[in-house]
């Protein structure tokens, strides 16, 4: 179970690592756009606050990976820490989102259930 929580939180990472792409590097792109609803007008007057939220996930997704090569190389309990912190605060911050834009349920869902698995399969497995 320690490796499927883990392989679950890395794949939530990954999601988190393209999420900041979008957000920080890419947000006035017509793809992008597209991807949040947004019009032109909209991405140019959010581009400073997408760009620093953007790097919040890539911060959290550094968290994860770190925690999981600190596992793997031993440091189970700063690994798992790591791990749980961050999967953790993708799952919290996907509930925020869900609770307050209930219209972006799906965007919330896909943000916070591979995170949310991984953490419980991480929980399970060390507790086994």
């Given at each position: 179970m320690v490796v499927t929580g883990l392989v679950l939180a890395c794949a939530a990472a990954l999601l988190?690592?393209?999420?900041w792409v979008m957000e920080s590097l890419t947000w006035t792109s017509a793809r992008t756009r597209a991807t949040f609803g947004t019009t032109r007008e909209q991405a140019e007057a959010t581009k400073e606050l997408a760009f620093n939220q953007g790097f919040y996930?890539?911060?959290l997704a550094i968290a994860v990976?770190?925690?999981?090569?600190?596992?793997?190389a031993g440091r189970t309990e700063a690994g798992a820490t790591?791990?749980?912190t961050g999967a953790g605060s993708m799952v919290a911050a996907g509930v925020v989102l869900l609770t307050s834009s209930p219209s972006k349920a799906r965007a919330a869902l896909v943000q916070l259930v591979p995170p949310l698995l991984g953490v419980l399969a991480l929980g399970v497995g060390l507790v086994l």
């Open positions: 988190h690592v393209y999420i996930n890539l911060f990976a770190l925690g999981t090569l600190m596992y793997a790591l791990v749980f």
